[in-house]
């Protein structure tokens, strides 16, 4: 089965509503340095197609319940660097507008722009994923991901086309993006959600990150050493999160924006991924 329900390897901190998953690639070509999928996926930063996906999606399509919504995704991108000449995310979202599949869209890239003309005639919304805006950081810990601002500039143009559109900042770093949270949240003014999410580390991003910034992890590091360890992951002190859960909170409210937070033991409201803005 390709279309699955989603199920974070049961999460004790998850506040997902109910959803079915769909991950159109296996791996993801962004690379970014905290990813978590290189704990449970071989070669995770080298993009696979799946045997027969289209034709045994539609199979699955025929007898699937549409009160529910699936999810574009979450253990891929469905617009990775290969996508834009193979096209199979646009295939995939082609099927769902013939059969009234409602979407939830998550990306890390701009490619989905090319799609504006099927994605206005779904049921769906779209977000966008920004750890910061600052280029240089994002470019250091999301190497092969399109820059912040084009994906920003994207989302705009969804937006405009009269979809509903939502973000995620996250991971939030402290001492490295949480420094640039105002000016993110600025940029990103215009969504309808926000969804944020503090840095969590499993021992392969671990390793990483201190490969990429051993000086910057040295001082982070022991931060973490004093927090807690929650279903395989490393979480920051939990007075120390939420703090900055507080904090992103208040100043994401008063922009008129509605607030979740992922996996953090914290409200969200109305829902913790935006699937509430789904038509």
């Known amino acids: 089965m390709y279309i699955r329900p ?7 901190l998850c506040t997902c509503p109910f959803k079915y998953t769909l991950n159109v690639y296996t791996g993801c070509d962004h690379a970014c340095v905290y990813c978590y999928i290189t704990s449970y996926i071989p070669n995770a930063f080298r ?22 919504i699936i999810a574009l995704s979450y253990s891929s991108d469905p617009y990775p660097t290969v996508e834009r000449k193979l096209g199979i995310t646009r295939k995939v979202l ?13 990306t890390k890239s701009d490619v989905f722009e ?35 601002k084009a994906r920003i500039r994207a989302l705009k143009k969804a937006n405009e086309a009269g979809i509903p559109v939502y973000a995620r900042i996250d991971p939030i770093i402290p001492f490295y993006t949480w420094e640039d949270f105002d000016e993110t949240l600025d940029a990103l ?7 944020v999410s503090t840095l969590k580390l499993r021992p392969d991003s671990k390793r990483r ?41 208040e100043k994401i409210l ?26």
Do not use: Q
Not at 97 to 104: E, H, K
Not at 189 to 195: K, Q, R, Y
Not at 211 to 220: S, Y
């Open 254 to 279: 008063k922009k008129g924006i509605t607030f979740g937070s992922c996996r953090e033991g914290y409200r969200s409201f109305p829902t913790c991924d935006g699937s509430h803005l789904v038509p």
């Open 6 to 12: 989603f199920d974070p390897w049961k999460a004790k």
């Open 47 to 68: 993009v696979r197609t799946k045997d027969n996906l289209l034709p045994k999606l539609e199979r699955e399509l025929r007898k699937f319940d549409k009160r529910y």
């Open 114 to 148: 090319r799609d504006l003309d099927i994605l206005s005639e779904l049921k769906c919304a779209i977000g966008i994923t920004v750890t910061t805006v600052d280029e240089r950081k994002a470019k250091l810990l999301e190497p092969n991901a399109p820059s912040p």
């Open 209 to 249: 990150m201190f490969a990429k910034f051993p000086e910057f992890m040295g001082k982070l590091w022991p931060l973490y050493e004093r927090g807690e360890r929650i279903g395989g992951y490393y979480y920051l002190p939990r007075k120390f999160r939420l703090k900055i859960l507080e904090e992103a909170e």
């Open 189 to 195: 003014g215009f969504v309808s959600h926000i969804t």
């Open 94 to 106: 082609e099927l769902f507008r013939g059969y009234g599949v409602r979407c939830l869209l998550l």
